[in-house]
């Protein structure tokens, strides 16, 4: 019944690469947001499949703080995003071209 | 939820087995600068909060001046503590306070001394009042300040976003200009992005070392040969990914031009110096003292990552017209001469990086505090052309600025020179001869964008041009230098403050300089020049900079 | 498997969740009579013929008390480990839980000093220069939809 800790590792990366790609091709702001999310996630799994490995709690602690900054991170995030397209119709990266680059 | 149930009920189980938990010792003066600027930050709230009128921003900028002066004192009492019985560690091994942390201590108390100073003018004649500024910048400086004392990666990932989610907000705290939102939206999404990258790097770290304790780290590596080291590699190269996304090294640079060129203008000095201030702390230490034993694998990536970043920012800020993009990429230029400091990997190299990090962190303040004065009302007007002949309409504001580019640019009787000197002295030590040879080469080079600004400043004015010629050559111009700065304090106090531009006029006029602005430019020149010709104090100060772990 | 035993409860929790929304489902189809008019098969049953589609944008207000919601909600967390161990930790940890209450207490003042919870009418905090900076790319796309002001 208990599955090898390889599978979780392999999964968590298959998230953050899904969450990398995906920031670098999508161009809907919310759809960013999700891939940083995915990412944190992927992060978090790795975190507790080797706390678990190691039977350490370290591990499981630090989920704690990454769910904690990634709502954080969330919440400004929609704000900066409310703030900005208040005044705008979509919310699409490529809207936000006032400045190259 | 359900989730985190689980953990939880794992977690107890753990603890139950371990027969209850060791009650945590906190020793509460190892921290107590952090202390300080969160507690004063949370009575800032409050005063807000409650108080029946809007109190004026200048208000909160002294109140904040205070709390910065507070949090160096406190500062100090550690270096003391800290130069008498030897470095410590603090609340379960997670807070290391050794010279070279309470260096950086003192150097975010600077900071926040500093800039609220600068910040009060630009936010009262943008009419962007009210405490979130100040607030957010003590937040951030606590986040700094954990980062440079943190002794775990997981602390150092908390302290990172400490750092880093108000200077998002930062960024787009000026919410009537569509250009400060633009720019909160991409430094967000990518500083959030690098953020993830470097918890995930923090997970796989972990997984190969079993610990997140950087002593621990570095005692396992020292322990053990790691035979197959694909995941700790790979937790090496995101870590390195991550900061480098936020101190702004090249191929990790994109956002920079974009963000400082739409923040609101204090917002970007800040962003610049408190950034790189704290994501060099734990950037010098992470790699430093806890992989050693690796050097042989990261050293080549930082000296590909140095070159790249040199050359880069050099090159490009060449062809800007616009000067907060330009100094944008000159910051980026100043990032790859700190990482010199780290490529070289010494005692010497590490010093020679604090020491630039000190250095650079007001000459970045002060220099756009002046482009934050010069643009004028609307923070939109930053072209280059905006600077001509300021030398013949406000000559003590121009030469402040020409002191701080100079200074930037590395010309000798200024601390930029000592900054410069130091770090190449420390790669040469260390035979990275080629580095440091590109490193001179992109100096050159960006002594020549600095002087256009000069030479720009001054052009309406041929009088002028021959003293800062001579301070170029490095002649003898202390005296020149200091004695308008010197007579320039009374006429920056005294600018018409008034003297607001209209929008529409074709030739610029007098732009209006605040006390309070002059007075953090003041400081900003004085630590310039007197460090600059008298470093020895500032010197001994960074050989302190002992990292133990 | 021994491990798997402390799942059970939020098995059965989810196996109870599921079978009373189902039941819930088929009862309504067993039970109510079934008379469909044109009336009632209407986007909104309140006898009013919607003469447009509905502004596609909530108040930015809905999005405000949501955000504030998650950073509250999540905060919770941090009080989950502390009530486990609260015997052990005794007065050192009641302090520090203290002090976290007071921080996050602090924002929710900062919150309702500035009127984020405020449900009355809108009032316009914004000064009247911010209207310069719109463009008529965002205007006049605004009225052509026909969508209103909607924030």
Redesign the interface.
């Known amino acids: 019944?208990s599955i090898d800790a390889s599978w979780y590792?392999t999964l968590?990366a298959a998230l953050?690469t899904i969450?990398?790609v995906g920031?670098l091709v999508r161009r809907n702001?919310l759809v960013?947001?999700m891939c940083?999310e995915l990412?944190?996630n992927?992060?978090?799994l790795?975190?507790?499949?080797?706390a678990r490995?190691?039977d350490?709690?370290?591990?499981?602690?630090?989920?704690?703080?990454?769910?904690?900054?990634a709502?954080?991170?969330?919440?400004?995030?929609?704000?900066?995003?409310?703030?900005?397209f208040?005044?705008?119709?979509g919310a699409t990266?490529d809207d936000?071209h006032?400045?190259?680059? | 939820m359900t989730g985190s149930t689980a953990i939880l009920a794992s977690m107890a189980a753990h603890l139950l087995a371990a027969g209850g938990i060791a009650m945590p010792r906190i020793d509460y003066t190892a921290i107590l600068p952090e202390l300080i600027l969160l507690g004063g930050m949370l009575v800032l709230v409050l005063v807000s909060s409650l108080s029946p009128r809007p109190l004026p921003t200048e208000a909160y900028a002294t109140a904040t001046v205070g709390i910065g002066i507070a949090s160096l004192v406190a500062s100090l009492v550690l270096w003391r503590d800290v130069s008498d019985h030897g470095p410590f560690t603090a609340v379960a091994r997670a807070v290391n306070v050794d010279g070279f942390g309470v260096l950086f201590l003192v150097l975010v108390s600077c900071i926040l001394v500093v800039a609220p100073l600068l910040a009060a003018g630009h936010l009262r004649r943008e009419g962007v009042g009210g405490c979130e500024y100040y607030v957010l910048a003590l937040i951030s400086g606590s986040g700094a300040m954990f980062m440079a004392t943190a002794n775990d990666l997981v602390l150092i990932f908390l302290a990172l976003e400490i750092l880093s989610i108000p200077l998002y907000i930062l960024a787009g705290f000026d919410h009537l200009r569509e250009s400060s939102g633009e720019a909160a939206m991409k430094y967000f999404v990518l500083g959030a992005f690098s953020s993830a990258i470097f918890v995930y790097g923090i997970a796989l770290t972990y997984g190969a070392t079993g610990s997140t304790n950087l002593a621990q780290i570095a005692a396992f590596l020292a322990r053990n040969v790691v035979t197959s080291d694909g995941v700790l590699l790979g937790g090496l190269a995101l870590l390195l990914v991550g900061f480098a996304f936020k101190v702004a090294a090249v191929p990790f640079h994109m956002w920079t031009p974009d963000v400082y060129q739409g923040s609101p203008t204090p917002a970007t000095g800040f962003m610049a110096s408190m950034a790189k201030a704290g994501g060099f702390a734990a950037l010098l230490r992470v790699f430093v003292t806890t992989f050693p034993t690796l050097r042989g694998t990261w050293q080549p990536a930082i000296w590909v990552i140095a070159v790249l970043t040199l050359v880069l920012g050099a090159v490009v800020a060449l062809v800007q017209s616009d000067v907060k993009r330009m100094l944008a990429y000159s910051s980026i230029n100043h990032a790859g001469f700190v990482l010199l400091g780290l490529q070289a990997a010494t005692a010497r190299g590490v010093a020679g990086s604090v020491f630039y990090l000190f250095t650079y962190s007001f000459l970045v303040l002060g220099s756009f505090a002046v482009v934050s004065a010069v643009g004028g009302k609307g923070d939109e007007r930053h072209g280059l052309e905006r600077y001509r002949g300021l030398g013949r309409r406000q000559p003590a504001l121009a030469v402040t600025f020409a002191v701080l580019l100079l200074a930037q640019a590395g010309a000798p009787f200024t601390t930029g020179f000592f900054a410069k000197f130091y770090v190449v002295e420390a790669a040469v030590s260390a035979h990275s001869y080629a580095l440091a040879a590109v490193a001179m080469g992109t100096a050159a080079v960006a002594a020549f964008f600095y002087l256009r600004l000069v030479f720009l400043m001054f052009s309406d004015v041929g009088r002028t041009i021959p003293t800062h010629e001579g301070a170029a050559t490095g002649g003898t111009p202390t005296d020149t230098l200091e004695m308008p700065s010197a007579g320039g304090v009374a006429t920056l106090v005294a600018a018409p403050v008034a003297a607001l531009v209209e929008v529409a006029e074709p030739d610029p006029a007098i732009v209006a300089v605040s006390p309070w602005v002059a007075a953090g430019l003041v400081l900003c020149v004085a630590t310039t020049l007197v460090f600059g010709v008298w470093p020895q104090p500032l010197v001994d100060f960074a050989h302190q900079a002992t990292l133990i772990i | 498997m021994g491990s798997l035993d402390s799942y059970l409860p939020i098995f059965v929790l989810f196996v109870l969740a599921l079978a009373f929304a189902g039941l819930s489902i088929v009862a309504s189809k067993l039970l109510a009579p079934q008379r469909p008019t044109s009336a009632k098969e209407a986007p909104y049953e309140c006898g009013i013929v919607p003469a447009n589609e509905p502004p596609q944008r909530f108040p930015v207000r809905f999005y405000l008390v949501a955000m504030i919601f998650v950073i509250f909600d999540i905060e919770v967390i941090f009080l989950f480990p502390w009530a486990v161990v609260y015997d052990q930790l005794g007065r050192f940890g009641l302090v520090e839980v203290i002090v976290f209450a007071a921080a996050a207490f602090f924002s929710l003042l900062y919150l309702v000093a500035n009127g984020a919870l405020d449900w009355g009418p809108v009032r316009r905090v914004r000064p009247v220069s911010s209207l310069q900076s719109r463009t008529t790319a965002s205007t006049v796309r605004r009225v052509g939809t026909g969508s209103g002001e909607a924030a």
């Open positions: 019944m590792l968590a953050f969450g990398v920031l702001v960013m947001f940083i990412m944190l992927a992060a978090n790795t975190f507790v499949t080797y490995a190691l350490d709690v370290g591990g499981q602690v630090a989920v704690f703080f990454v769910l904690v900054v709502a954080a991170e969330v919440v400004v995030g929609l704000g900066i995003i409310v703030a900005i208040r005044r705008k119709v990266a936000a006032v400045m190259k680059g």
